[in-house]
């Protein structure tokens, strides 16, 4: 990762967090609910069905179509009057933003909610830059006076009741401490209402981009994703190549597979679909608008038939929602920008596996993500297909397109599975090597790495399976013949 | 090499070679159809289920309704469109009552502190509604700013019961917004503006209006 990321080791990270019983309770009732939710908005199964099948399919004929639809995206935004840029990496991406508020003087930019932005860490950049970027999202915004990452990518405070949250905002910003949710809210409006009216630039992600018609659409309920597309005299938008779907009329199934995957909402208060800066005449919104297309790692993950499905997704939160890892872990301590399951899949493309090769075998593979995913994602298939480009070990993979393959490969590990597999083809050797085990049985170790951190080691049977079977088939010989001999 | 020349570069030159498009079968979508009465149920539902306010007036009492509502919510001035209908009817049926009318007539860099700061509610009409998922479908313009329905902290919008389609699905294809062309900006708004980012808390009017009140004319 870039910049300023301290990454931390998985593993201590994990146990701080299962060992902390606020992040346990705030993370356990908050997934709860949100489970529930989400069955409630589905009420026919043949209805969700039916619908993540045409999800699946919408999504996938994009992708089968990409570099043609970003052309059309980028012609059809050209024509309307919004200004397009690419960017291989986040820095790059960073980098296009910075120049545009250079080019326009800017000092203060608002930020409507944008994972590909938490992912380039834009805010520091920009801050680095002499420029102030503010979180207008309400959550976002709590997380950004905490001076923390978001913890869920749908609900970025998730990890904070609402004490902790009272008395961060009577500290950074000197409200009264109250645990009154109206109270705080229409503080944090307040606070964010002034910056709004002076803010130069307005920075924003994008949840669908149409290449059909040129258009941006941005889901959201609290009506920080208009301000900050309308109100700023720029307004630039961030997005990661794979966001391109063909139709206008895509949209809809998507729009409400997502909403109620996410939060089980039938809908959100708002869906903004911008084509255009201001026309002639119009009296609001911003005079100039950009897009800002990052790759940083994706069309790396497009080259690879199993691998591509990950790129279907449309960030709803559901895998991390119904993941019992993540339940109980919470969002930080996978260290990353994307938690849950879909960062397990994507952060490895993202950050290299030799960074975050603990990511995909953070799972029981229980199935659940794949199950809930509104597009069908294969998510614990391409765990295992992970763990498989960890180790390097499968010569399917010998073309891989995975950065930092093999990360986990150790000195004797392959040996030792050679010689297993040698062992397993020839009989004879095979009953010398596990006669011998028994033989040795009192030499197995009591500490065995990883495995006995939270087991105890395995013991070996006094006698191999193969002398058991041919005891058992001598003893039924044996009382045979005497039976017959009574006859 | 460009970034644009690169990255297009890569997904052009697919390691495992050109993919082939699945069939979308919109049947699931298309097939939601409900009668006028039921789609009028439905809206109402749904809208009020995410905390809208909705009256069922006639057209021509509906006015009244709007004087009724606006005293009972103690709204002193009242944003309203100056050439569409609902704003032309709203103005004159207003002009001798104590609300102040205002209208949006000037770019926002004008009186951006005064909106922001100053107007109790604005009223507008819409494009369409949906009954589906209870959404006002709007396309704001130089009469209708996008501004109007977003920054006063209470939006009047007045929906004819014969506006109601099915769908968004279906909004999008009957309307024709393709070939029609897409607007500056279009818009669907469900609800007045919420959060639950405080653990999961409902709370409304966090950036965008606290109360949306629909009037349904039949
Ligand atoms: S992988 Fe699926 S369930 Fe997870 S965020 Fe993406 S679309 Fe949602």
Redesign the pocket.
């Known amino acids: 990762m870039s910049h300023n990321q301290v990454v931390q080791e998985f593993h201590p990270r994990v146990h701080e967090a299962i060992t902390n019983p606020q992040i346990r309770a705030n993370f356990r009732k908050a997934m709860d609910g949100l489970m529930d939710k989400r069955q409630l908005a589905f009420p026919s199964d043949d209805e969700l069905q039916r619908t993540r099948e045409l999800a699946a399919a919408i999504r996938l004929r994009a992708l089968s179509k990409l570099p043609e639809l970003l052309e059309k995206l980028e012609a059809n935004l050209t024509a309307n009057g919004v200004k397009v840029h690419w960017a291989e990496t986040g820095d790059e991406a960073c980098k296009i933003i910075l120049d545009i508020c250079n080019e326009k003087n800017a000092k203060s930019v608002i930020k409507g909610k944008s994972m590909v932005s938490e992912e380039m860490e834009l805010n520091h950049y920009l801050e680095e830059h002499g420029i102030e970027a503010l979180e207008s999202d309400l959550g976002e915004y709590i997380v950004q006076l905490a001076e923390e990452t978001p913890s869920h990518?749908i609900m970025p405070a998730i990890h904070k009741n609402t004490d902790q949250i009272s008395d961060l905002m009577h500290e950074k910003t000197g409200t009264n401490k109250s645990r009154d949710v109206e109270y705080l809210t229409a503080e944090a409006r307040q606070q964010l209402r002034e910056r709004f009216e002076k803010a130069d630039v307005g920075v924003s992600g994008v949840n669908f981009a149409v290449a059909e018609t040129g258009t941006l659409c941005l889901v959201e309920n609290e009506g920080n994703g208009r301000l900050t597309t309308t109100v700023p005299p720029v307004h630039i938008a961030v997005t990661g190549i794979e966001k391109v779907v063909e139709n206008l009329e895509d949209v809809a199934p998507l729009l409400s597979l997502l909403t109620r995957?996410?939060t089980g909402q039938h809908i959100t208060t708002y869906f903004n679909m911008i084509s255009s800066p201001r026309k002639e005449g119009e009296l609001d919104g911003p005079e100039e608008v950009h897009l800002v297309l990052v790759d940083s790692g994706r069309s790396n993950i497009y080259q690879d038939d199993e691998l591509l499905d990950t790129l279907?997704?449309?960030?709803?939160?559901?895998?991390?929602n119904h993941c019992p890892v993540y339940t109980r872990i919470g969002g930080h301590a996978y260290g990353y920008t994307y938690p849950?399951?879909?960062g397990k899949?994507l952060m490895p493309h993202l950050a290299g596996l030799d960074d975050a090769k603990d990511l995909p075998s953070a799972s029981s593979l229980c199935g659940a993500?794949g199950e809930?995913?509104?597009?069908k994602?294969p998510?614990p298939k391409l765990l295992v297909r992970l763990r498989e480009e960890s180790v390097a070990g499968d010569h399917n993979h010998d073309n891989s397109v995975v950065k930092g393959r093999g990360a986990k490969r150790k000195g004797m590990e392959p040996l030792i599975w050679k010689g297993w597999a040698k062992m397993h083809k020839h009989g004879g050797l095979y009953r010398t090597g596990t006669g011998l085990a028994t033989v040795f049985r009192g030499l197995v170790p009591s500490n065995l790495g990883a495995w006995t951190n939270c087991r105890t080691a395995p013991k070996l049977a006094k006698t191999t399976l193969h002398q058991q079977m041919k005891a058992r088939s001598q003893n039924n010989a044996a009382s045979q013949k005497k039976d017959g001999g009574d006859q | 090499m460009s970034a644009r020349d690169a990255i297009l570069n890569r997904l052009r030159h697919r390691r495992d070679g050109a993919l082939t498009a699945p069939v979308s079968d919109f049947a699931v979508v298309t097939e939601k159809q409900w009668n006028e009465t039921e789609k009028l149920d439905l809206f109402q539902q749904k809208i009020e289920s995410v905390h809208a306010e909705v009256h069922r007036v006639s057209k021509e009492n509906w006015l009244e309704k709007l004087k009724e509502l606006l005293a009972e919510k103690q709204v002193k001035n009242l944003l309203t469109p100056m050439q569409a209908q609902v704003g032309v009817d709203t103005r004159a049926a207003l002009k001798e009552d104590d609300v102040e009318l205002l209208a949006y007539d000037q770019p926002i860099e004008g009186w951006k502190a005064e909106l922001f700061s100053n107007v109790d509610a604005s009223i507008t009409d819409v494009r369409s509604a949906i009954a589906e998922t209870g959404s006002l479908v709007l396309w704001p313009d130089l009469d209708q700013p996008r501004l109007m329905t977003l920054v006063p902290p209470i939006h009047f919008a007045v929906v004819d019961a014969d506006q109601l389609k099915n769908t968004f699905h279906e909004v999008i294809v009957s309307e024709g917004w393709v070939s029609e062309g897409m607007p500056t900006n279009a818009l669907l708004i469900s609800g007045p503006s919420k959060t639950a980012d405080i653990e999961q808390t409902l709370a409304y009017g966090v950036h965008g209006p606290k109360e949306l009140v629909v009037l349904v004319r039949q």
């Not at chain 1, 809930?372 to 597009?375: A, E, G, H, L």
């Open positions: 990518i995957s996410a279907r997704c449309i960030r709803c939160g559901a895998c991390m849950g399951p879909i899949i993500c809930v995913c509104p597009v994602i998510i």
